[in-house]
């Protein structure tokens, strides 16, 4: 089996059944094939197997001497839920083989089979197990090449985002990031000048919003002497200084449009003139911008122009919210404890189980800066060795503000009840009420009342499936 030859570790079939001319034969249609096989006559022994050793498929016939071949696939699904099981049915009846197939097994095949059916069915499977194992060995090369050290995350969102970052940081071409405030952008445009090329050059970024207009653009071009009254001397602009390097420009979208139109000149023709001056200077940078807007929309309200967004968006890198990766939030939460605790000396602190799932429910309109200012005033104010309680934890993070007039609905809890469960029955008073409400002021529409609240779609969602309430989008 050329696959197999080619993939290093061999492909292992476990057979099972006691029939051993059955057994005997199929060990050897399957090992002139290079898998590597292995036979058991007995459930019993059939499981010690699977738990020592993981192999990759099963084959096992209905029939065993000691137990059921579906109590047999049931309990492989357990053990090693990754496994292929093929179950061999006696008497070609359909109803085992459906039920063998709702209780997990991969596919099954009717006694008699002839030799090529075996190859072909074990052959299928076989394709499938290489296909995991590839993708979960680019995870790893990926995890390995870029997991730019500091940068958490294992949602399958962010991942995307780091194996784009990857592949494009050692190009040349423009990055453009999106992202509510506090998700990483900048984090990731420093990624990206890291592992590029010119990583031995200077990141130099600035924050447009952070300046009115003419100052921004002096410190973009520079000026020369005289330039304006208090330019008492010749000024290089970033620009020039940021030579060879990566420039980040943060908050595009806060650049009014004359400026706007001049950056989209100097990125087209790379020279820049100083402000007062007229000779032309060359300039070297890649370009990686930042908005906390949604682009597109900001091209659609007047904010952005559409003709800079296309030179500078040539690869978007979109960075989902915090509340829409929730996997996320433990390993970061960790993450931020291990340093502030580090910061603020304090050894030894971890979250009980049930802080944690405070920390993994808040919403986080903040994103990761939020959690990371969090955990921070958690650590500032514990003492070494705590484990760290709810009770520890600011209070909205628990417990958030019922809308005006709908107070009652939060204080509509038991004090009957131990306080996390009073607790968590409030909040979900409050989610539902919240949304039905919304949901009402919106005519069921998700999208509007999404916008209109300020959550993601993908959260109203979920929040209407957890509480069965009907919406259209
Ligand atoms: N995946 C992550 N792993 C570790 N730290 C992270 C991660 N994402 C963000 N951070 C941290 O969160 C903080 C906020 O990130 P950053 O400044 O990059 O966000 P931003 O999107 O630029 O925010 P803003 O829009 O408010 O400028 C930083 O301290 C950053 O180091
Ligand atoms: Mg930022």
Redesign the pocket.
């Known amino acids: 089996m050329s696959d197999t030859a080619e993939n290093d570790v061999p492909i292992t079939v476990l057979i099972v059944d006691d029939e051993e001319l059955l057994v005997k034969s199929c060990g050897q249609i399957l090992s002139s094939e290079g898998y590597s096989v292995h036979t058991e006559g007995r459930g019993r022994n059939a499981l010690d197997f699977v738990r020592r050793q993981r192999p990759d498929i099963v084959l096992t016939d209905l029939m065993l001497p000691d137990m059921d071949g579906l109590a047999l696939l049931k309990e492989i699904k357990k053990l090693a839920p990754e496994t292929l099981v093929v179950m061999i049915t006696g008497f070609a009846t359909v109803d085992s083989s459906v039920e063998a197939i709702r209780a997990g097994a991969y596919d099954y095949i009717p006694k008699p089979f002839t030799a090529t059916q075996l190859r072909i069915l074990i052959g299928r499977a076989a394709q499938q197990v290489k296909l995991v194992r590839d993708n979960a060995s680019l995870r790893d090369q990926l995890k390995k090449h870029y997991s730019f050290d ?4 294992t949602s399958d969102s ?1 991942q995307k985002v780091f194996s784009v970052v990857s592949r494009v940081a050692p190009t040349e071409a423009s990055v453009f990031i999106s ?11 420093r990624a990206l000048h890291a592992n590029s090329r010119r990583s031995a050059r200077p990141f130099t970024a600035i924050n447009c919003a952070a300046l009115p207009d003419n100052l921004l653009e002096t410190e973009l071009f520079g000026h020369e002497k005289g330039a304006f009254t208090s330019a008492d001397r010749e000024r290089r602009g970033l620009l020039e200084l940021a030579a060879g390097g990566t420039f980040f420009m ?2 595009i979208s806060e650049m009014s449009m004359e400026l706007q139109a001049k950056l989209l000149r100097v990125i087209q023709e790379r020279k820049i003139r100083r402000v007062g001056g007229g000779e032309e200077i060359p300039i070297d940078v890649r370009w990686v911008s ?1 908005t ?1 807007r949604d682009p597109d929309q900001a091209v659609r309200d007047g904010h952005l122009r559409q003709d800079l967004l296309y030179r500078l968006n040539v690869v978007p890198v979109k ?1 989902p919210p915090l509340r829409n990766r929730r996997e ?1 939030i433990p390993a ?1 939460a960790q ?1 931020f404890l291990r340093r502030y605790a580090q910061e603020y000396d304090r050894d030894n602190l971890r979250f009980s189980s049930e802080s944690m799932r405070v920390l993994v429910e808040y919403e986080w309109p903040g ?3 939020e ?2 200012n969090v955990v921070e005033r958690i650590v500032s104010m514990c003492l070494p060795g705590q484990e760290i309680f709810p009770e520890d934890m600011p209070e909205e993070l628990s417990m958030r503000r019922a809308p005006n007039g709908k107070a009652g609905a939060v204080a509509a809890f038991s004090s009957d009840l131990p306080f996390h469960d009073a607790k968590n029955d409030a909040i979900s008073i409050f989610e539902k009420q919240y949304l039905s409400d919304l949901l009402d002021r919106h005519n069921g529409n998700i999208s509007q009342a999404a916008r209109n609240a300020g959550i993601d779609r993908k959260t109203i969602h979920r929040m209407l499936a957890k509480y069965e309430i009907e919406g259209r989008d």
């Open positions: 500091n940068i958490i995350g962010i992202g509510e405030s506090g998700t990483g952008k900048e984090l990731i445009a943060d908050e930042a906390n960075l996320d970061l993450h994103n990761v800066r959690l990371q």
